[in-house]
Structures are given as C-alpha cells and as structure tokens.
C-alpha cells in the first residue's frame, strides 16, 4: 500500500531531510586526496549524533546484502556506483565519489545522494555529474498530483538515453515515509502514463544513478554490498525525497 502524508507529516520529514543534507555538506567538504572513506563517515556520523537522528543505514540489512551495513554513509568510488561500505580506502586526486545519506528524525525518514570530483575533474565525470543531476531534476518535475508513477521514470529513462549512458532498473526510487523503503519501486526507466496515479501526500526517494558506459550490467564486491559496472566504467548518482504537494514537488533534503 502506498501511504500518503499530511502537511504536518510532510513537515517532520523534512527535517530529517535537513539532517541528511546537512551531512552531505559536511562530507563533500572534508573529501580530499588522502582522506579514508572511514574518515567521511565519522563526519556523517557526527552531523546525525549533534541533530539527534538515528542512521536509516547503519544495521540495514535487505534481502540481497550478506551482512548488516556497517556505516551511516554509503561511499562508492568511481565505477562503484551504489551502497559502497566506507572502509580504509584514502580518496585520490580525481576519483569520483558517490555519497548516499538517509536519516530519521521522531521516526521520520529522508534520504539522498550526491556525487562530486575529489580535487582535479575529468570533463567526462564532470559531464556524468551533470547528466544525472539533470536527470534528477526531470524526474523531480515529473512528480506532480495527477500524473502517473512511470512518469517519473520515463523522464529519468530519456535523459540517460539521450547521453548513451549505461541504466539498470534492479535499483531505484521508492517510497519512503516511517520507514526508508516503502512502495512503490520506481525504477529509473518506465513508459509514461502508466502505474500508480500520483496524488498530493506521496513521498518518493527518486534516485537516477547511471555509468558511462553503455552496459548495464553490475557485480557486487565480496563486502556484499558495494556494486560496480560490470565493464569497470564510473557512475554517478543523485537523489533527493520530494514530496507531491498541490502545488507541485518539494524537495525535502535540502538545508
């Protein structure tokens, strides 16, 4: 069952929304050549013990995971494109990160993601950024009361498309609310006009993540957990929780 919130619901998710945001600042900020993933998620962890939210990552454990997630941030670097287990690894002059973030405030959830060039950009990365942030941005606007749930992948689809980018569809949006995931699955590729009718009170995770390459294949490391293009090529991901009002998509993870 798909749920809807109140305005007043709405509200207590966005601040748990301001909590993830506000741990994504912090990280992009200390994220340097020489800096370990471990490193990136202490700083996570302190923005979320000062505000007094609990992890939504931290002890998760889905069905496909062959341990719990040992962090409060997923750190996936360069053709690691989801659920990276922050470890040891120090960050490179030009590695491509990927951060997701999620957080629960009085039992109410947010979550988003964000990637970014560790000291010197490649143009091509560069350019990935900025094709899944836009990306994002369609799938966002896709999001109005009225409209259809393959709207908002359609939108996402088409401009991983448009840019020849590798796209899977195993992983996506979703809804999200008292608990991190919950109905529907959105995947990032859909037709439109079709599935759930969108109504003022839904609450989405939409989370386009695309790779360079054309494949859209991927391995999961041995940690059971850190998933990597097949063909090695980097990827990029951009989430955000956005809520359906009347009038039109807030987006709830921002400071």
Known sequence: MVELKTPAEIEQMRAAGRVVANALAAVKKEAAAGVSLRELDEVARDVLRTAGAVSLFEGYQPGFATSPFSGVICT?????????LPSDLRLEDGDLLN????????????????SFCVGTPRPEDLELIATTERALAAGIAAAVDGGRLGDIGAAIGRIGREANLGTNLDFGGHGIGHRMH????????SRPGRGLKLRAGHVFAIEPWFWTGPGSTYVIDEDGWTLRSADRTRGAHAEHTVAITPNGPEILTVP
């Open 76 to 84: 996936s670097v360069n053709d690691a494109v989801l659920h990276g």
């Open 99 to 114: 951060v997701d973030c999620g957080a629960s405030v009085d039992g109410w959830c947010a979550d988003a993601a964000t």
């Open 182 to 189: 919950e109905d529907p699955h959105i995947p990032n590729g």
